[in-house]
């Protein structure tokens, strides 16, 4: 999966000269809380959030006897570029999902514009965006059972039990894998097109596979 077919296209930018009056307006209109900042071409050269024109405006909000007139005036007079952040993360056209995932995680950020080559805004990506196409790769929308099964971290497990669900012509609408707590073994979790899934429990662990139970793990 792949950043640029996931991000949104069509991305509300502002020019570092604009107030910070019209960036309130148009996260307001947009219902958005970021605006990449472009100048010139396109380029990145900052990004905006909501929470620093909330910032921006604390100075006269704790005045005592201020007015809401004059923070409007604040706004109006103060541009993007006095408190915009300049070092902004990005993605790439050419980065993966799991890209974008480790970066908004790692920086703690809820969007992640993406450039191009060039250093232009091409598109933005959310953790919602990508969420939403981890559902999807997942299957977790689809009719379908979740099987977590634990196998020696060794070549061909995962064939075994592949094997096993295909003897019972159901497919496989996911697979992921991870460590398991015990070493030399692995997870496989599987989603299957079934809801019936206790025949096909019962064929994995008499072929002498362990399945995870989630009850096991209620304290």
């Given amino acids: 999966m792949f950043v640029v077919r996931r991000m949104k296209k069509h991305v509300v930018t502002i020019s570092p000269a604009a107030s ?21 071409n396109g380029k990145l050269v900052g990004i905006l ?22 923070a409007v005036e604040l ?5 993007v570029e006095k ?10 056209l050419t980065d993966t999902l799991e890209d974008a995932i480790v970066l908004l995680h790692d920086f703690r950020i809820n969007a992640l514009p993406v450039v191009d080559d060039k250093g232009r805004v091409a598109g933005i990506i959310t953790r919602t965006d990508v969420l939403k196409a981890f559902i999807e790769a997942l299957g977790v929308g689809e009719i379908s059972s979740r099987l977590e099964v634990v196998v020696p971290d060794r070549p061909g497990g995962l064939a075994k039990i592949v094997s096993i669900i ?7 609408t996911s697979i992921l894998t991870t460590g398991h707590a015990e070493a030399g073994k692995r997870t496989i979790f599987f989603r299957v097109a079934t809801i019936n899934v206790l025949p096909l429990k019962q064929t994995i662990q008499e072929a002498g596979f362990e399945i995870l139970d989630p009850s096991l793990y209620h304290v």
């Fill in 49 to 70: 959030s909501n929470r620093d024109i909330r910032e921006a405006t604390l100075p006269v909000g704790i005045l005592r006897g201020a007015t809401e007139e004059e």
């Fill in 166 to 172: 295909k003897g019972f012509n159901v497919n496989i």
């Fill in 20 to 40: 910070l009056y019209e960036a309130r307006e148009i996260m307001r209109g947009n219902n958005i809380h970021q605006l990449p900042v472009a100048g010139e």
């Fill in 75 to 79: 706004l109006k007079k103060t541009a």
């Fill in 83 to 92: 408190v915009m952040t300049r070092k902004v993360t990005v993605a790439t």
